[in-house]
């Protein structure tokens, strides 16, 4: 970075995401960080060394599921999972709980937000609900569901309603919720589809994509809250990517 400026540089996010995969993804995500005015860097174990604090906010992108060896559960032998990129992305996620610095986690990451956490999430299984989530490219594409957003919420605050209609991707839901995180939207069969942290510092989490559709203003919105949060960290030095080779 050379603007340093709070008013007119571009925030550095963190992106989590697999270190062989997930390039689409992460495209999709630097989109959404970039119209929103931030810069997004990816990170995954290969890139390590570098530490969170270099960072002034932190997306935990969505992928394959969290390996129950996070949070104490049996392994499904049907399940898809990614357990070269969960040590990394807890120990993110807990530093920037730490550092008090402003979160996005996306699918697969409000689910490791909520390990992070100490809580825990389970496998889809129950047949019904399956078989109401796409399957195919194009079905994850096109296919929306509705959700319900608590008011008073910071999601419904930012979006000034308290429905919408989201995608759906995943295979695990929130089970045991974690410290100081609440659900601010649930589904139609119960599960988690948003949760957020205590007021003050963002962290925000949603179940569905928002990357996946740019097009609508309140996804966007959700990019938008995290820079917002980002550029006016209280207190603190903006992030300097000089020093860290970014």
Not at 2 to 26: C, E, H, K, L
Not at 37 to 47: D, E, L, M, Y
Not at 166 to 184: F, I, K, P, T, Y
Not at 215 to 220: A, P, V
């Amino acid at each position: 970075m050379t603007d340093q400026t709070s008013a007119g540089r571009r925030p550095v996010i963190a992106v989590t995401t697999s270190a062989g995969a997930d390039f689409g993804v992460f495209a999709l995500i630097w989109a959404g960080v970039r119209l929103a005015g931030g810069r997004a860097v990816r990170v995954t174990s290969r890139t390590a060394d570098v530490q969170p604090g270099a960072f002034d906010g932190l997306i935990l992108a969505g992928g394959l599921n969290v390996h129950p060896d996070s949070y104490g559960h049996d392994v499904n032998p049907g399940a898809r999972y990614d357990r070269g990129r969960d040590g990394l992305a807890l120990e993110w996620a807990q530093a920037f709980w730490t550092l008090k610095r402003p979160v996005l986690a996306i699918c697969r990451g409000m689910q490791l937000l909520n390990v992070a956490r100490g809580g825990a999430v389970s496998d889809i299984l129950d047949e019904e609900v399956l078989s109401t989530l796409p399957s195919t490219p194009l079905g994850y594409m096109l296919y929306r569901k509705s959700v319900d957003i608590t008011p008073g919420t910071r999601l419904a605050t930012l979006w000034g309603r308290t429905r919408a209609r989201v995608n759906s991707l995943h295979r695990q839901a929130v089970a045991d919720l974690g410290e100081d995180l609440s659900v601010s939207a649930p589904g139609e069969h119960g599960e988690a589809q948003a949760l957020e942290g205590p007021s003050g510092v963002l962290r925000m989490a949603v179940q569905f994509h928002p990357e996946m559709m740019l097009h609508r203003r309140d996804m966007r919105a959700l990019f938008r809250a995290l820079v917002d949060a980002a550029r006016r960290r209280d207190g603190e030095s903006p992030a300097n990517g000089a020093q860290t080779g970014l």
